[in-house]
């Protein structure tokens, strides 16, 4: 599968974002699908994630801000990004069990 993402961009703190990630094949996977980010000099962070049934996990870092959904139909996961933070400027990359798109650049501006 492989997996596209886009809506990434620049946005002032406390503004919005919503990140997509689209599959060529479907977006359900055996585990989990969702979004890491990665900054330079720091380690990969799970963002947040959906199970195969729906159950969602986010870090704690942006619990209450982050929602995290998918589109079965469309075959697209979605990150929607509210009251966004400098710290939360990173490259995201979204994920399907072992499949990962190529990142999409957020940036948020103090």
């Known amino acids: 599968v492989q997996l596209q993402a886009s809506g990434g961009g620049l946005v002032q703190a406390g503004g919005s974002l919503r990140l997509s990630c689209a599959a060529s094949?479907?977006?359900?996977?055996?585990?989990?699908t969702g979004w890491y980010r990665q900054t330079p000099g720091k380690q990969r962070e799970l963002v947040a994630a959906?199970?195969?049934?729906?159950?969602?996990r986010y870090a704690e870092s942006v619990k209450g801000r982050f929602t995290i959904s998918r589109d079965n139909a469309r075959n697209t996961v979605y990150l929607q990004m509210n009251s966004l933070k400098p710290d939360d400027s990173a490259i995201y990359y979204c994920?399907?069990?072992?499949?990962w798109g190529q990142g999409t650049q957020v940036t948020v501006s103090s």
């Open positions: 994920f399907r069990n072992a499949d």
């Open positions: 959906v199970t195969s049934g729906g159950s969602t």
């Open positions: 094949g479907s977006i359900i996977s055996i585990f989990s």
